[in-house]
Nanobody
């Protein structure tokens, strides 16, 4: 089970940090991803982080603004979002899949087995 928190209403240019806390004992073996879905749009990959080396990958439009990190001891993954733009407004979901460590982080929602309920981020311009 995954539980996101940290969403809210901010102004353009502000920062926000989302957290996703997992229950269960095998968090450290799971790759974690962040997705978002705006009204009328498909769910899209924002970024993900491996469990093996904490290497992260990002959607091009958030590179340099968003940072994903994880704390395996706390079973928590974070999405630090800086310089927010109105187009970042969406419901943000964290997701996880068992990571064999032999491939790059998946950007496909269908490959993630566990999902949180989502947290809404609204950026006003």
């Amino acid at each position: 089970q995954l539980l996101e928190s940290g969403g809210g209403l901010v102004q353009a240019g502000d920062s926000l940090r989302l957290s996703c806390t997992a229950s269960g004992s095998t968090f450290s073996s799971y790759a974690m991803g962040w997705f978002r879905q705006a009204p009328g749009s498909e769910r899209e990959f924002v970024g993900g982080i491996s469990w093996r080396n904490s290497r992260a990958t990002y959607k091009d439009s958030v590179k340099g603004r968003f940072t994903i990190s994880r704390d395996n001891a706390k079973k928590t993954v974070y999405l630090q979002m800086n310089s927010l733009k109105s187009e970042d407004s969406a419901v943000y979901y964290c997701a996880a899949y068992y990571d064999l460590g032999i491939a790059a982080i998946s950007t496909r929602a269908s490959e993630y087995d566990y999902w949180g309920q989502g947290t809404e981020v609204t950026v006003s311009s």
